[in-house]
Nanobody
């Protein structure tokens, strides 16, 4: 059974940091492209940061220079380091793992709440 479990969310003040973790079981995480998405009620889910199996990354423009995505293949875990958090970063953050071969393997975590407020 494949599971993605996010952790590390919480309530912080503007300017503070959080590190989100996405731990996978049941799959070899290193061969998947892993993406962090976020969603605010009433809005579409948006891509925050993504990392390929080869280590290439991409970021939402508004988080460039503040967020860093990384992976520890030995631990089957992907991280999202979030610095200089802003109130507009408040959302539920989801981890997604995708691998496209003949078929598409697509897995989601349950989400973790990040709230940035003074």
């Amino acid at each position: 059974q494949v599971r993605l479990v996010e952790s590390g969310g919480g309530l912080v003040q503007p300017g503070e940091s959080l590190r989100l973790c996405c731990a996978a079981s049941g799959i070899i995480f290193s061969i998947y492209t892993v993406t962090w998405y976020r969603q605010v009620p009433g809005k579409q889910r948006e891509l925050v940061a993504s990392i390929t199996s080869g280590g290439s990354t991409e970021y939402l423009d508004s988080v460039k220079g503040r967020f860093t995505i990384s992976r520890d293949n030995a631990e089957n875990t992907v991280y999202l380091q979030m610095n200089s958090l802003k109130p507009e970063d408040t959302a539920v953050y989801y981890c997604n793992a995708v691998r496209k071969v003949v078929v598409v393997f697509d897995y989601w975590g349950q989400g973790t709440q990040v709230t940035v407020s003074s």
